[in-house]
């Protein structure tokens, strides 16, 4: 809590990893993200939609913090928060990455599974390079679009539908 502003860190197992700031689309994409699942989330009074990379406490000993580009955290888990202005002990139920070229697959494949080790229910990741969207489901569930107009959904945020395109901000 006490790092200097400027920069992006987490807490992978003990070890701080200094990330630099995001580029300009990856800040496009996690707006266009948010805007999309905020606009249902409180519509259809589900919890809340985080940003802006807010960190998650998903272990402790040796503790492991890591802060999604956007999350989502129901009611229900929203209800076990103990302390809004410190970082979550409790997991989101929907994590979304953004890729950017700085990231590593090996390190994005190492969070994916610290999420759900974790209780996270549901992670996505948009590669905008790519442009697709891999989502990964707890239990092992996983899909990949690909195509710009697909429809994306996740039973994690119930009635929730968008376009790949949209959520790439395209």
């Known amino acids: ?5 400027g920069w992006r860190y987490e807490i992978d197992e003990g070890e701080l ?8 689309e990856h ?13 249902h ?9 985080l940003t802006n990379e807010p960190g998650f406490r998903l272990r402790r000993g040796p503790d492991t913090l890591r802060a999604p580009d956007v999350a989502f955290v129901s009611n229900e888990r929203l209800a076990r928060v103990a302390d ?6 409790v997991p989101p139920d929907l994590a979304v990455e953004v890729l950017s070229p700085s990231d590593a697959n090996v390190d994005m494949e190492r969070k994916v599974q610290q999420y759900l080790a ?5 992670v996505w990741i948009l ?19 690909t195509h710009p107009d697909a429809i994306v959904e996740d039973p ?11 959520l790439l901000g395209r």
């Open 41 to 49: 989330v409180r519509a259809h009074h589900l919890g809340v939609t």
């Open 27 to 39: 800040g496009e994409i996690s707006a266009a993200v948010v805007t999309a699942l905020q606009t």
């Open 84 to 89: 809004r202005r410190r970082f979550s002990e």
């Open 156 to 166: 994690v945020l119930p009635g929730f539908h968008s376009s790949l395109r949209e």
């Open 127 to 145: 590669d905008p390079a790519a442009g697709t969207l891999r989502q990964i489901a707890a239990g092992g569930g996983e899909r990949v679009t």
């Open 17 to 24: 990893i200094i990330m630099p700031p995001a580029g300009f």
């Open 1 to 5: 809590m006490r790092l200097p502003e």
């Open 118 to 122: 974790a209780g996270v229910r549901s």
